[in-house]
Structures are given as C-alpha cells and as structure tokens.
C-alpha cells in the first residue's frame, strides 16, 4: 500500500475499533443494568441488549462507511470530470475531505487533471493537424497572410495569392516589405504599428481603410486591411493579416475626384474674374459705402476667398493623387510669407467674429519654402480654426525656432476633436467632428497639408481636447539647413514631389 495512504488506513481502524469496543462496553453496561434493575428475563435482556448493539452498529458502521468512501469518492468525481464521463457530475471539493488524507488526494487530483488536459490539447491537435488548418486557409475566399517574427510571409492562403497574381514559391519565406510594396493614407503603416507593438503590447489589433498595392503593369489593389499581432506566439506567428478588397469602390472615389477636379478646374477663370471686380470695388468705392454695403462687400469678398481656396484644394488633392504636385523650396523670410498669408484670413475671421492674434518670435532664420503650397497650408489651419470656432474667441498664430527647424501654430478655443478621432485627421476624405453636418468641408484640407509639409520635409501635428480647442503645428526648414541642397539645383530651389500616400517600409519614406 502506498505509505501516503497510511494515516487514512489508521483513521478507518482506530474508528473500527472505537466502534467495537464502544458496543461491547455498551452491551455489558445495558447487560448489568437489566439485570440488576429491571424486571425483564434472561432471554428478553439477551434480545434487548442484541438489538441495541445492533441499532448502534448499523448508525456508526454508515458513519465509518461514508468515511472511508470519501477519498474513493473524491477520486472517481475527478476522473469522471475529466473524461467527460458523466456531463451531471460535480467537482470535487477538497475541503470536505478529512485532514488525513486531504493532501495527497488533492496532488493526485491535480495530476488527474494535467493528464486529461495533456490528452485534450493531444486530441485537439490530432484532429486540428497542419493540413486541416491549411486546406480550411485556403479554402476561405479571403486573403489571408501570417507574418513571423522577422515580418517575413510565413503562410499565404490561395486567396491572397490570386488577388495580388503571386506565386507561393516566390513569396514564402521572403520579408512582406520585399513582396509587396504597401501604402497608406495615414502615417501609421503596418510596418510603424509593427515596432510600435512590439515594444508595449502582448497582443494587438489594428484596421487600416485605403490601403493600396500598385502592380507592376501600374494597376493598383486597394483594400482595407485588418491586422492581429502577437508577442512570442508558440507556433511563431507574429501578423495575421486579412484582406478585404475594396478597388472598385475606392476607385469610384477616385474618379469622382478626378471629375470633380476637371469640373472645379472650369470656376478658376470666372473666379479669377470675380476676385478682380471685388477688389476693383473696394478699391474704387469703399469710401461711398454705408456700413451695412461696407459689410456686404467684406462678405462678398470673403467668400470669394474661401471659394478660391475650395478650389485650389481639390486641384491640388487630385495632382497629390497623380503624384503630381510639386514644391519649390525657396529662401523666404518667414514672418512675411506668414503675415501675408494671415491678412488674407483676417478677412473671413473678422466676418465671423474673430480676430487672429500674433506671436513671431524675433530674429527668426529665413526659411526654405514654397510660398504658393505653404499659403494652401495657413489658409487650411486658420479656416479650421475659423470654422470649428463657435464662439467669438481669438485664434492665436504663433511661430518660432525649433530643433533646426522653424515652428508654426494655429490654436483656437472651438469644438476640439474626441481622442479617439484625432489619429485620422490627417487622413484623406476624414471628416472627424459631430459638426461635420453643419460645418461645410470635404476632409481634404488636412490631407493636402501633411502632403505639402511632408514635402517640405516638415512635420504636422495636432493636440485637441474635445471641447476645448485644438492647435495644429507644422515646421518647415531652416534655409541655412538646406542651402547646399539648394545651391546644387539649376534655378537656386529645391523641387520636391508631394506625396499623399506613405509607403510601408522607412526606407522608402519621404
Ligand atoms: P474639412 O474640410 O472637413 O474641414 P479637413 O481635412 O480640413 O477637412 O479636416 C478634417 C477634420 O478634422 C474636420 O472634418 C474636423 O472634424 C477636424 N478638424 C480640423 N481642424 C479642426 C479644428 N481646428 N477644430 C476641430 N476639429 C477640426
């Protein structure tokens, strides 16, 4: 017998005992007292004593039954809950054994219990086997791809495949970045969300809209893309990658663009136009004017501004599109170019209550800018400002020296834009706030921005509070920075295409 069962096999026995002895005790005590006190003959005291020792043992042996049984019971409810035997049967509490053997019940038990799971997970991977996983990958009409640790295409399903006309031999194994050339609309690409991952997360998921592929015979595959990522998975996959495709519906976005730049390409000349009587107006007859025609005028003009600036918005968008926009980086002193840009603004701010207010930091460095693109920036920010801005609250510009680079901040005290928004501003076509409905726009203004800074070499950002306002910065480089640069160009400036989509990998990045 195993040496841990002993004090149970002592307690059973020391019970047995207690047992015996305790009737014999009895029956000579019951045996003594009938005889001596009450009237009852020999058979009848021998009958009445039997049947006492009788109603006793029966009582106690029960006790010293359940007793007995209770580790045999404790046992048979582990393995039963592991085998699935029984589906009615309870788990066994460890609590209600009695102390001799509660110990060594419970380790078995536990070991029970590891061994039932160890032949689960084997059955399970029995019945799951590589191929079962691999016919069911391929079989689903979704483009699936795993990723390994190194971001190298461990697993591509027949769906995937098709969709970007590759071959397994010529993708397996090779790094994602290699095989497929990915850009994306926001500046969080898959392989940014990768790193990012990595250092703070065990596990992770990310979707991503308007992700685009362009083949090598310039076709393109846009799709939306959802994304799992984790840490030190056992079977070594890090990416799951799941594709929808979505080329005929973007593309349609696309073409309406496309449309809708030729159609806006037709108001410069009248609005040109336009612009010019307005300002001939107000040159000639502003002195004549009653307040009230004063104000009508200020909002013709107004206006006709903001039209100027829709329009040039969607030319630029498309030709962002077409890889087509370009800046031309110039030596600028950069309070001038700003102010210029600002006093055209003064205008539309003033007709809705608004005053913008300056701080220029002094002896500020000449910058290397395109003035043309980097007006369609300020004007973007500043009537942001303008329209996400209920109140009469004054919109502050600032600009100074950062990091060898030059700064520039809008900050108004407007609607501000939800946390969980302020990543997609930047975004093309996102149009973040509530008041998206009662505000005009097209979600373009931002896109535009980041692609002509990005070209600038600069950076944007935004810091929002939701009801509190947001600022929106950008830098621009310092002209002594990129002078060499510059020197080396024919026409002393620096052409730079602006692009609105960020590739995937860093290398390609800029
Ligand atoms: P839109 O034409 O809609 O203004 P933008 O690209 O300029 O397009 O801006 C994208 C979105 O960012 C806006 O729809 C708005 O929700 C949010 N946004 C931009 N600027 C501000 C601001 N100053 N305050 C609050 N929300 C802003």
Not at 44 to 58: F, H, I, N
Not at 184 to 212: D, G, I, M, Y
């Amino acid at each position: 017998m195993l040496p841990f069962l002993a004090p149970l096999k002592e307690s059973i026995w020391l019970r047995v005992t207690l047992l015996s002895l305790t009737s014999s005790f009895l029956a000579v005590v019951l045996w003594i007292v009938g005889d001596n006190f009450l009237p009852v003959n020999g058979i009848m005291l021998a009958l009445s004593v039997g049947a006492a020792c009788l109603a006793l043992s029966v009582v106690v042996g029960k006790v010293v039954a359940n007793y007995a049984l209770q580790a045999t019971d404790f046992l048979s409810k582990a393995i039963l809950l592991v085998t699935r035997a029984e589906s009615t049967v309870e788990s066994p509490d460890p609590n209600a054994l009695a102390a001799p053997s509660r110990a060594f019940l419970q380790s078995l038990a536990t070991n029970i219990y590891s061994l039932g799971s160890a032949s689960a997970s084997a059955n399970y991977a029995q019945s799951t086997s590589g191929s079962f996983f691999e016919t069911l990958a391929h079989t689903i009409a979704l483009p699936i791809i795993v990723l390994n640790k190194e971001q190298s295409i461990s697993f591509i399903n027949q769906a995937a495949l098709d969709y970007f006309a590759l071959s397994s031999e010529s993708v397996i194994g090779k790094p994602l970045y290699d095989v497929l050339d990915l850009s994306f609309v926001s500046s969080l690409t898959l392989e940014s969300w990768v790193k990012e991952s990595s250092n703070s997360r065990v596990t992770a998921t990310e979707v991503w809209e308007r992700v685009r592929r362009t083949k090598e015979d310039g076709t393109r595959n846009q799709f939306d893309m959802a994304a799992h990522y984790s840490k030190d998975d056992a079977n070594g996959i890090e990416v799951t990658l799941a594709l929808f495709d979505r080329t005929r519906h973007y593309e349609r976005d696309d073409h309406d663009l496309t449309f809708v730049a030729l159609a806006v390409h037709e108001l410069r000349t009248p609005l040109t136009i336009m612009r010019g009587y307005i300002e001939v107006f107000e040159d000639e007859i502003s002195e004549s004017l009653n307040p009230e025609q004063t104000a009508f005028m200020h909002n013709m003009s107004a206006s006709a501004q903001q039209l100027t600036a829709f329009v040039a918005n969607i030319l630029n968008v498309a030709r962002v599109e077409e890889n087509a926009l370009t800046v031309r980086l110039k030596e600028e002193k950069w309070p001038d170019v700003l102010l210029g840009a600002c006093k055209d603004m003064e205008l539309r701010a003033s007709v809705h209550n608004k005053k913008l207010v300056y701080k220029i930091a002094e002896n500020l460095p000449t910058a290397a800018v395109d003035k043309v693109s980097i007006y369609e920036v300020l004007n973007n920010l500043l009537d942001n400002a303008v329209k996400y801005t209920h109140t009469d609250e004054d919109i502050e510009v600032a600009t100074y020296e950062k990091d060898g680079f030059i700064e520039t901040t809008v900050t108004d005290r407007g609607v501000g834009i939800p946390e969980s928004l302020i990543g997609h501003v930047f975004d093309k076509f996102y149009r973040a706030h509530q008041s998206k409905n009662s505000v005009g726009g097209t979600g373009l203004g931002l896109f535009l921005s980041r692609s002509i800074i990005t070209a600038h070499g600069g950076t944007i950002w935004v810091k929002s509070k939701e009801g509190e306002g947001s600022t929106f910065g950008f830098t621009i480089p310092i002209y002594a920075n990129v002078a060499n640069q510059i020197k080396n160009e024919d026409n002393g400036e620096i052409v730079r295409g602006a692009h609105g989509w960020i590739k995937n990998h860093s290398y390609y990045r800029g």
